[in-house]
Nanobody, 123 residues
Framework: QVQLVESGGGLVQAGGSLRLSCAASGRTFSLYKMGWFRQAPGKEREFVSAISWNEGMTRYADSVKGRFTISRDNAKNTVYLQMNSLKPEDTALYYC????????????????WGQGTQVTVSS
């Protein structure tokens, strides 16, 4: 079992930056792949980024490539999402997710989810 708590969201102007954090409970955090997803009002939850247990693999949605960076610190049971050059279309509720296996970009293959942190980008 893994419990996830996101933080770091907020209101920022277009072009600004935010760093999201996701703190996980559980001694086996280092074995889990971690993902970030987001959901805007009236839209489906979509993949943003993912990282393998050993940081050997990172993956990004095309819409955030070159602007967002995912990382993890297994000693702190935390995964991060550094978001730069934010755009109004990045506005959404951002969720952290975890699982031991499965395709990193498919939300259906994550069993553990946080409650989300709101990111709002003003133009």
């Amino acid at each position: 079992q893994v419990q996830l708590v996101e933080s770091g969201g907020g209101l920022v102007q277009a072009g600004g930056s935010l760093r999201l954090s996701c703190a996980a409970s559980g001694r086996t955090f280092s074995l889990y792949k971690m993902g970030w997803f987001r959901q805007a009002p009236g839209k489906e939850r979509e993949f943003v980024s993912a990282i393998s247990w050993n940081e050997g693999m990172t993956r990004y949605a095309d819409s955030v490539k070159g602007r967002f960076t995912i990382s993890r610190d297994n000693a702190k049971n935390t995964v991060y999402l550094q978001m730069n050059s934010l755009k109004p279309e990045d506005t959404a509720l951002y969720y952290c997710a975890a699982d031991l296996s499965g395709l990193p970009y498919r939300k259906e293959e994550y069993n553990y989810w946080g409650q989300g942190t709101q990111v709002t980008v003003s133009s």
